[in-house]
């Protein structure tokens, strides 16, 4: 197991065009987050599973915003009808215990 | 004002020095705190976790929680180059939605 994967690294995308991101944790993590994050900033929750459960939502995420945990493994996150405002870098992490997180390396999104 | 609020630096040291970089939050209810290293176009890395007050020391790392201050520390002891990155304190009351800091940049030169 190498660790918390994410795909693609990159994308660039058209204003108002949907896009969706992959987050495959680490096996026996139970627990998987969402966080983003702009230049500057630290990572802001944007959402958390335990299994396949979605258990907490920020009201960062809106409306154009979901994401899913099928069968409680991989996980992805969509955003519909983007905006230039969604451009960030979108970290996945995953935990078993809750004792820290770990990480993956995050897709970058453009919009533009 | 931020529930977290750190010093995003830049700071710049030279190589063996003693490092300390700071939080502060405004969440009594926090339990949780953080510590993570987050190299240019990575994802952040744990570096040390410490829950309620208290000091937690490993290797060259020791992070310090004031929790009736609501400060936290971070010192790095005989600092090196590779420790140059950014470093990011969070900070909990669940261990779940965690509240991380901006982040502080540092640069260690030889």
């Known amino acids: 197991d190498t660790g918390v994967s994410q795909n693609p690294r990159h994308k660039i995308t058209k204003r108002g065009q949907n896009v969706t991101f992959r987050c495959d944790p680490i096996?026996?993590?139970?627990?998987l987050y969402w966080y983003r994050q702009t230049l500057g900033q630290g990572p802001e929750f944007l959402t958390y599973?335990?299994?396949?459960?979605?258990?907490?939502k920020s009201r960062l995420l809106s409306d154009r915003f979901s994401a899913e945990r099928p069968k409680g493994s991989f996980s992805t996150l969509e955003i519909q009808r983007t905006e230039q405002g969604d451009s960030a870098m979108y970290l996945c992490?995953?935990?078993?215990?809750?004792?820290?997180?770990?990480f993956g390396s995050g897709t970058r999104l453009t919009v533009v | 004002q931020k529930e977290v609020e750190q010093d995003p630096g830049p700071l710049s040291v030279p190589e063996g020095a003693i490092v300390s970089l700071n939080c502060t939050y405004s969440?009594?209810?926090?339990?949780?705190f953080m510590w993570y290293r987050q190299y240019s176009r990575k994802g952040p890395e744990l570096l040390m976790y410490?829950?309620?007050?208290g000091n937690k020391e490993d290797g060259r790392f020791t992070a310090q929680v004031d929790k009736s201050s609501k400060y936290i520390s971070l010192f790095i002891r005989d600092s090196q180059p590779s420790d140059s990155a950014t470093y990011l304190c969070a900070m909990s009351y669940n261990n779940n939605d965690m509240r991380f800091g901006a982040g502080t940049r540092l640069t260690v030169k030889p």
């Open positions: 992490a995953s935990s078993s215990t809750g004792v820290g997180y770990t």
């Open positions: 969440n009594s209810a926090f339990q949780y």
């Open positions: 599973f335990q299994n396949e459960a979605q258990l907490e």
């Open positions: 410490t829950y309620s007050s």
């Open positions: 096996s026996e993590h139970n627990r």
